[in-house]
DNA sequence: GATCACATGTAAGAAGTTACATGATTCT
DNA sequence: AGAATCATGTAACTTCTTACATGTGATC
């Protein structure tokens, strides 16, 4: 059994949550803002199905009542994969290119890792952003002269998305060591 | 033919900067920070096969000199069809979640498209920026006490995320407007 | 009793990834 | 000669999308 997919470690976190069918994934996934995914049953049930097939998650309620319908669960092994997933260090091309999906992950830390780990995810993204803005910085200085308006725009976007980002992480890391010392 | 894929359409784009061969057009998508795509041949050379069988692109020069090696120029279909590509309004879907990819059509309009209408697009994207801003604090204001840390700060940034961009956006437009007053 | 929301599933196809294969040319 | 780079391509596989199919329970 190969390695969950992106969608099914999506899905394992939300089962995290609580148990759910498949049908209620469908309706968090459209009307969640980290809306990554749709909500093709095309996706949702086959991903299920080998979540199942790998023991990952397993069936908590069958058919209640006379509608057919089960809900599932995470296993120990599911949650272990899980946690596992979710401390993950991120790669530079993840925080270039999969920052949502980073978000996501952020989203479902609560509980299943430590806050101290929490704290070392989002130093990772600062130093692997601030990164991210000294190259696109670079290639702007290169390629300033070449650079006609409208490409010159879109990649000053990007250098404007990724300050906003860091800027962000500051204030996150401290909101969130602050927290960690005054829990409520 | 069916129409071209998104990869499809940003190879289309950077043969109009200039003829290149799919190995050139390999190196760019890697050396790029737009660089939504590998660089995968088994990605790029089909595609290129799928433009060309299409009509949207020509072999402009095969196999100069004894290595085997085309560079491929659209037609003038290719150009047709890459400019209605550019054009194509922005769906709220797409500002919420292909922003980058929004980013890289920005790029490519210079010359191509009437500076009226890169002032349009940007008009657009800030419309659905903000729509999008009001939902995402919806959401924090619906679910701020249920919303454990971790999970509110990802949500948080997908909303400093999209302010970002907004304010951004407002300085773009301007810029944009007082350049197509005194161009260079 | 017709219609709608619930609930799950499959079939066909598109598109990309990884990995491999194949040669030519240049460099050392 | 051997290695690295140039340059293109294919095969197998994975995954998601679209569209359809199927049936139940609730609602009007």
């Known amino acids: ?7 099914g470690h999506v899905l394992l976190g939300l089962l995290h949550q609580q148990p759910r069918s498949g049908y209620d994934l469908r309706k968090v996934v459209v009307s969640t803002p980290m809306s990554l995914f749709s909500d093709s049953p095309g996706a949702i049930y086959p991903a ?6 790998a023991g990952l998650i397993q069936v908590e309620q069958a ?4 509608r057919r319908r089960s809900t599932f669960v995470p296993s120990a092994r599911g949650r272990a994969a ?4 979710l401390r993950q ?3 530079q091309d993840d925080i270039t290119r999969l920052w949502p999906l980073l978000m996501l992950r952020l989203a479902f830390m609560d509980g299943l890792v430590a806050p101290a780990d929490v704290t070392a995810f ?6 692997g952003i601030d990164a991210h803005v000294v190259e696109l910085e670079a290639f702007l200085a290169q390629h300033r002269a070449l650079l006609p308006p409208a490409a010159r725009l879109a990649l000053e976007s990007g250098i404007h998305d990724a300050r906003g980002r860091s800027a962000w992480l500051t204030r996150a890391r401290r909101q969130s060591s602050r927290s960690r010392r005054s829990p409520a």
Chains 1, 2 share one sequence.
């Open 1 to 7: 059994m190969p390695a969950p997919t992106t969608l």
């Open 48 to 53: 299920l199905r080998s979540l199942q097939k």
């Open 63 to 66: 058919a209640r009542g006379g």
């Open 82 to 85: 899980f946690v596992a997933w």
């Open 89 to 91: 260090p991120p790669s």
């Open 122 to 127: 989002l130093a990772r993204l600062q130093t």
